[in-house]
């Protein structure tokens, strides 16, 4: 018998080991080839390093890394933005280092989800996975109508229906192929949206320091005037702590990233090693891309804006497109022509790119749920390349809402949608580090330990308790300002809570209708999947390549490693 298939024999019969779940178990061999049936019920792994890592900077960097961060500004002033950010970065980053250690160890499909209803209860991961559908299918036609908005910033008669049917068919197309043209395509689009912060950031150093066509080395004069602290809603120090919660709710749904590094798991490459090295690099992303541009946006533009003001306070049009970017106010403010074109150009390109993932991630989702019973079970079938195809019949149908804004009446329904299911991001969370918790009992009676485990988290299980705690106490009080005396409004209230009510309806519906109860820590199966996965690792065939070699070779300039036979493990 060969080496490596006594080595996936004795992991199913004797569950985990330091060599077999290391990644030092990696080699270099053979790809086992799998059956026609198993190819047309799985994902394929085609994901390389280079798009692995550009992919999560692209689930990281969104609109609301150059426009909604306005709003923050707006309500709490730049210091309350900056420390806001830096604050709700630090919470994410508990969750990264959750599911950064179950993810790496288990890399299989719609990671969370299915371990939600592995480790914790199958009613929990009923939870998770149309929680976090819901949020991403109803985010699609959102996008969509955010490109038709920004397109107006040059003209007005652009038909709506057919940026709709454009970015509706080119989703389709990059999502139906095999998964690495989606994957070549996002590394490009996150690519322009890496040059557009690169772009924002290097105009607001050169800017400051007098290097604008008004010779005015403003630096931090909106820290000073009008200052650092806005009052928000109340006057005074209450005033100036509701600022700051309003800018941590405007953080609470910019800073995203780890979950969508978890779905890349089930299609990347090597997974144990690509993955775990695109979620050790999240955390220098929340720094530089998230941070680094509360700093920015305070710098360049004061809260009290007369233009920002305007339009986010809803005095003239213009909250979702180009015109309400702090960068692009500030561009017109200095006298700056040319460079708000690019931005905008730019924008456009990370409207589409969050459109584009929000459609793989939503059928990766629905196959995650057909292979654990929770959705029909024709939405397992895959293409020969690895592609659910049904799944994704299901998610496109969901793009055609932003028809509706084909008429202003119509509009305002995908606005309403689009507002109820922004608590479900916060729900993610609390998911992912309770999923956690349970995983670390388990790990804990079964005598495995976890310093030999391919990514070992720090300060567990302390850091998934305080980031449960802490997201439960966000998406229980972000719509505290709805029960504020006179601020009563149902539409508000619906706005703010309606994924915190539906979330119990899930749980208890799906529990109550197929009687499930939680998993014992001595019953959790925390082999799953794994002994296919280290096989798998284990006859690999190519080299593994560095980030920087893989994208030379793309462009002829370096040698590109032999191609692996496919596999569907």
């Not at 592995?118 to 109508?145: H, K, M, Q």
């Not at 772009?199 to 650092?228: E, L, Q, S």
């Not at 720094?287 to 533009?301: M, N, P, Q, R, Y």
């Not at 979330?503 to 001595?522: D, H």
């Amino acid at each position: 018998m060969i080496p490596d298939e006594e080595k996936t024999i004795k992991a199913v019969e004797k569950g985990l080991s330091q060599q077999n779940t290391h990644t030092g178990s990696v080699k270099i061999g053979t790809i086992v080839q799998g059956d026609d049936n198993r190819a047309n019920n799985h994902v394929q792994r085609h994901l390389s390093y280079r798009q692995v890592q550009l992919i999560a900077i692209g689930g990281s960097i969104g609109t609301a890394n150059f426009v909604t961060m306005g709003a923050g500004l707006m309500k709490g002033g730049p210091a309350n933005l900056l420390i806001a950010y830096a604050f709700y970065s630090c919470m994410v980053s508990l969750v990264n280092n959750s599911i950064a250690e179950m993810a790496v160890f288990m890399p299989v499909s719609a990671a969370f989800i299915r371990m939600a209803g592995r480790w914790v209860d199958p009613a929990f991961g009923f939870l998770a996975g149309w929680n976090f559908f819901i949020y991403e299918v109803v985010n699609i036609p959102f996008e969509i109508s955010a490109i038709s908005a920004v397109l107006k910033y040059w003209r007005d008669d652009i038909p709506v229906a057919a940026v709709v049917s454009a970015c509706i068919v080119l989703y389709l197309l990059l999502n139906i192929v095999a998964v690495n043209w989606f994957g070549e395509a996002e590394f490009w689009l996150a690519a322009g949206k890496v040059n557009l912060i690169l772009i924002v950031y290097a105009f607001t150093f050169i800017t400051m320091v007098g290097g604008n066509p008004k010779h005015d080395a403003y630096g931090f004069r909106y820290w000073k005037t009008p200052g650092a602290f806005a009052e928000y809603i109340h006057t005074g120090d209450l005033g100036h702590f509701e600022g700051f919660l309003g800018c941590l709710w405007n953080a609470a749904f910019t800073v995203v990233g780890p979950e969508y590094v978890s779905m890349l798991s089930g299609e990347t490459k090597l997974p144990r090693r690509y993955i775990k090295s695109a979620f050790k690099a999240t955390y220098a992303r929340f720094a530089l891309f998230f941070v680094g541009s509360a700093l920015c946006v305070g710098i360049v533009v004061a809260y009290n804006d007369p233009t920002l003001t305007s339009i986010l306070g809803g005095s003239s049009s213009g909250a979702t497109s180009a015109a309400a970017s702090p960068y692009v106010i500030a561009m017109s403010n200095l006298g700056v022509n040319v460079l708000p074109h690019v931005t905008n150009a730019l924008l456009i390109t990370s409207i589409f790119s969050a459109g584009n993932a929000y459609t793989f991630y939503a059928s990766r989702i629905l196959y995650g749920l057909a292979l654990e019973g929770q959705a029909p079970k024709f939405l397992v079938r895959c293409t020969k390349s690895g592609i659910p195809v049904y799944a994704l019949g299901v998610v496109m149908v969901f793009p055609c809402l932003a028809f509706l804004n084909v008429s202003s009446s119509s509009a305002s329904v995908l606005t309403w949608l689009t507002n109820v299911i922004t608590g479900a991001g916060i729900i993610n969370y609390i998911i992912i580090s309770v999923t956690y918790i349970f995983f670390y009992n388990a790990c804990k009676v079964q005598n495995i330990d976890r310093m030999t485990l391919p990514y070992c988290g720090w300060f567990q299980p302390y850091s998934a308790w305080t980031g449960a705690l802490f997201m439960t106490t966000v998406v229980c009080v972000y719509g505290y300002s709805v029960f504020v005396p006179g601020m009563w409004s149902v539409a508000s209230f619906f706005t703010y809570y309606t994924m915190v009510l539906v979330a119990p309806i899930l749980y208890f519906g799906w529990k109550i209708a197929r009687r499930t109860k939680f998993v014992s820590p001595e019953e959790a199966d925390l082999s799953w999947e794994r002994p296919l996965i280290d096989e798998y690792e284990a006859a690999y065939i190519e080299e593994a390549e560095g980030f920087w070699t893989n994208v030379l070779a793309v462009i002829g300039l370096a040698k590109k490693a032999p191609k692996e036979r496919s596999t569907t493990v």
